[in-house]
């Protein structure tokens, strides 16, 4: 959908004093483009989340752990000391696993939960089915390694990814977001939000921050895509929170886009993974710095030096379908 808008540039607006830095959530970013959560990275390289988590630092942003991940809380946090680290969250039916993934991440220095909240149910991934996906029998979902919950982990006729889903509770609701604020000093992020309405009502209660997002278009069909929900996110948070989005950035010019738009920063997860899969950390970095560098340019050629926010008035709609 982002072929859909078309930035109007200005000329003759001096951008010499241009910088695509920013600040979000208190911390300084090289550039408004951060590292969505994935799963599984082990599959893409063998150093996974570890040589992500490393890349990002380099890079100067935010790397984003899953739950489902194949290196541990505590690996990622010792192998990127220096990097800005958040640790996405699903709640469980026992809160007790729930309250061991806050005491962790706390203790291993994480800077915001980012609780995802569109996972009522696993959506139905044909791939997935047709591909008969499982976890490779050599890696395990680390963070679920060693503790009571270890279970998930165990080569029967499920696989992992089956027994988390079974863990997760379809009856999650604005009083259970309540509690995990009350249950962590970490800022609380809902990912998943792609209603003015829901956005709202998160900034109400508090949340530090919401990401439009759509879990990569693999949860429910014929959802809007999150360039196009994003602005009535925008509209009703009413500045509250901080709004991100996450999901179909492919170039510098969607990062542009989504500023337009409100957005204050984005977050990617299949180019991440790309850059992993080509070279591992330096081939992360590398994804980073192009899409930094598009980025860049496009501010210099639409005629705008950020600052950080870039108003509406740079892009306008185009109808036509490719």
């Given at each position: ?10 000329m003759l ?12 959530m208190g911390?300084?970013l ?8 994935t799963a599984?990275?082990k ?18 942003s935010?790397?984003t ?14 192998a ?7 640790f996405q969250?699903?709640?469980?039916k ?22 995802t ?23 395990k ?5 060693g ?13 992992a ?13 604005w009083?259970?977001?309540k ?40 949860q429910?069909?014929?959802?809007p895509a ?47 993974i ?7 950390e ?7 710095d ?14 705008k ?7 509406v ?10």
């Amino acid at each position: 959908m982002f072929f859909r808008l078309r930035i109007r540039p200005r000329m003759l607006r001096n951008v010499s004093g241009r910088n695509t830095g920013c600040r979000v959530m208190g911390c300084e970013l090289s550039a408004p483009i951060g590292v969505s959560p994935t799963a599984m990275q082990k599959m893409a390289h063998p150093d996974g989340e570890v040589a992500n988590a490393r890349a990002v630092g380099k890079f100067g942003s935010i790397f984003t752990l899953s739950t489902l991940s194949t290196s541990s809380i505590e690996e990622v946090a010792a192998a990127a000391p220096d990097t800005i680290k958040w640790f996405q969250l699903y709640v469980y039916k026992q809160r007790d696993i729930t309250r061991d993934f806050l005491t962790r991440v706390e203790k291993a220095g994480f800077k915001a939960i980012v609780l995802t909240i569109d996972t009522a149910a696993f959506g139905k991934r044909y791939a997935d089915v047709r591909n008969q996906f499982k976890l490779p029998p050599s890696l395990k979902l680390a963070n679920f390694e060693g503790n009571y919950s270890t279970a998930v982990n165990q080569s029967n006729s499920k696989s992992a990814l089956a027994n988390i889903s079974e863990l997760l509770d379809d009856s999650l609701n604005w009083d259970d977001v309540k509690w995990l604020m009350r249950s962590t000093r970490l800022p609380i992020v809902l990912k998943g939000v792609l209603t003015g309405e829901d956005a709202a009502m998160g900034a109400e209660l508090g949340v530090s921050g919401i990401i439009v997002s759509n879990h990569g278009a693999r949860q429910l069909d014929t959802v809007p895509a999150t360039i196009e929900a994003l602005r009535e996110v925008v509209r009703a948070v009413k500045g509250r929170c901080e709004v991100y989005l996450d999901g179909g950035v492919t170039y510098g010019t969607d990062v542009f886009k989504a500023l337009a738009l409100g957005a204050r920063m984005v977050f990617v997860g299949r180019p991440a993974i790309w850059g992993l899969t080509a070279g591992g950390e330096g081939g992360v970095k590398h994804v980073l710095d192009i899409l930094a560098d598009e980025f860049n340019t496009t501010l210099a050629l639409a005629g705008k030096s950020f600052d950080p926010l870039i108003p509406v008035s740079f892009y306008f709609w185009y109808t036509t379908k490719r």
